[in-house]
């Protein structure tokens, strides 16, 4: 008996210490699509300058995917260490895997509210001022996995205009991410399209945070070219997720870390997350169940 406890105990000190080496190598971030490519790594590269020294890892590697899903695969697969999420993509891996990835922080708008909206935007010449204006038109939706640019839109819609989207609205796709969903519409491919945006400060500034924001400090957005149609209910906060089976020690230097950016670094947070914010917040599953249950009972897992 003696003999088999000590293996075990050996044993589970071998997996101890393999889980900490491993996490101590090289820390994978996950970047999610709705960008172009070289943009979103130049947003993040203050983490793979910082993230080294902070948290005790060798080297600090970006995965840029082309859309939600591959983020949302590479959580699951065990392949990526952290990353950002919107509810939806966070929902989808909750239904799929609910141990998969831990939901630690997420962010807290300039005004201290803990949430943004999806916005359907159009093309001011064309002189659409409401919903009413493009019933019969083709709306476009940013992404599958797309919070704001999809379920939010696909819930809630409905109960402004009376019908399902399908039957309010002549065709429905996608752009391709939150940007190229823009651009889509600018070009005239889509009537309306829904992204997002914190809902603070000016819709004439693209909001103080969000797709729209972002877009206009890039320079490829005026938005003088555009015109809000509607604006969700407040939609909570994505999350900022790491590998549940990463080790404890890890986690809390990663932890620490984020939560002190705001003020260590204003531009790599503003960098990172697309705008202005005040700071990070806890949370747990518990903040995104209404998304998983409007996720489980409108498009699935």
């Not at 020294?53 to 970006?62: D, N, P, Q, R, Y």
């Not at 404890?248 to 997350?273: G, H, N, R, W």
């Amino acid at each position: 008996m003696l003999k088999k406890t000590l293996l075990a105990a050996t044993a589970l000190l071998a997996l101890a210490s393999a889980a900490a080496a491993e996490d101590l190598k090289e820390f994978r971030i996950g970047i999610l699509g709705g960008e172009n490519e070289a943009d979103r790594l130049k947003s993040y590269q203050c983490l793979v300058d910082q993230l080294p020294a902070a948290i005790g890892v060798e080297k600090v590697s970006l995965f840029p995917a082309a859309d939600y899903d591959g983020v949302v695969q590479g959580l699951l697969g065990g392949t990526l260490d952290y990353a950002e999420l919107g509810a939806s993509g966070f929902a989808k891996i909750y239904l799929a895997d609910a141990k998969a990835v831990e939901p630690i922080l997420t962010t807290v708008q300039t005004d201290g509210s803990m949430g943004y909206y999806s916005i359907m935007v159009a093309r001011k010449d064309k002189g659409y001022k409401t919903l009413a204006d493009i019933k019969g038109k083709k709306l476009g939706f940013a992404d599958p996995d797309s919070t704001s640019g999809y379920l939010v839109p696909l819930v809630t819609l409905p109960e402004k205009t009376g019908a399902p989207v399908k039957e309010y609205f002549t065709e429905t796709g996608f752009g391709g991410g939150h940007e190229n969903l823009v651009l889509e519409v600018l070009k005239g491919n889509f009537d309306a399209g829904t992204t997002f945006g914190s809902g603070v400060g000016d819709f004439k500034d693209g909001y103080t945070s969000g797709n729209l924001r972002k877009m206009v400090d890039k320079g490829i957005l005026n938005m003088d070219d555009l015109v809000e149609l509607w604006k969700s209910p407040l939609i909570p906060n994505g999350p900022i997720v790491v590998r549940s089976s990463m080790n404890d020690d890890m986690k809390k230097k990663f932890k620490d870390y984020m939560v002190k950016l705001p003020e260590t670094d204003a531009a790599c947070f503003s960098a990172i997350q697309g705008g202005d914010f005040k700071s990070y917040t806890e949370v747990t599953v518990d903040f995104y169940k209404p998304i998983i249950d409007a996720r489980k009972a409108t498009i699935g897992g």
